[in-house]
Nanobody
């Protein structure tokens, strides 16, 4: 079992930056991939970014490419999402996701609110 706890959300003006963190309660070595999703009010949850265990492969939804960067620090059991040039349409609850490849189980964090004002 692993708990994922997000932090770093908040209110920011358009064009600003935020860095989200997802801290795991134990080693994320077997958690592959780890990813960020978001859900805006009245909309379905949307994939944002994904990173493999070694950090060698990343993937992003088209709307954030060039603005967001996902990274992971396995030594700190943490995944990050650096968000730059934020837009009002980035406003959502951002949740961390991980898949344990050993026990084949999905994990979700509780989410952190990101609000971008125009």
């Amino acid at each position: 079992q692993v708990q994922l706890v997000e932090s770093g959300g908040g209110l920011v003006q358009a064009g600003g930056s935020l860095r989200l963190s997802c801290a795991a309660s134990r080693s994320i070595f077997n958690i592959n991939p780890m990813a960020w999703y978001r859900q805006a009010p009245g909309k379905q949850r949307e994939f944002v970014a994904r990173i493999t265990s070694g950090g060698g492969s990343t993937d992003y939804v088209d709307s954030v490419k060039g603005r967001f960067t996902i990274s992971r620090d396995n030594a700190k059991n943490t995944v990050y999402l650096q968000m730059n040039s934020l837009k009002p349409e980035d406003t959502a609850v951002y949740s961390c996701y991980g898949f344990d490849v050993v026990i084949r189980k999905n994990y979700w964090g509780q989410g952190t609110q990101v609000t971008v004002s125009s």
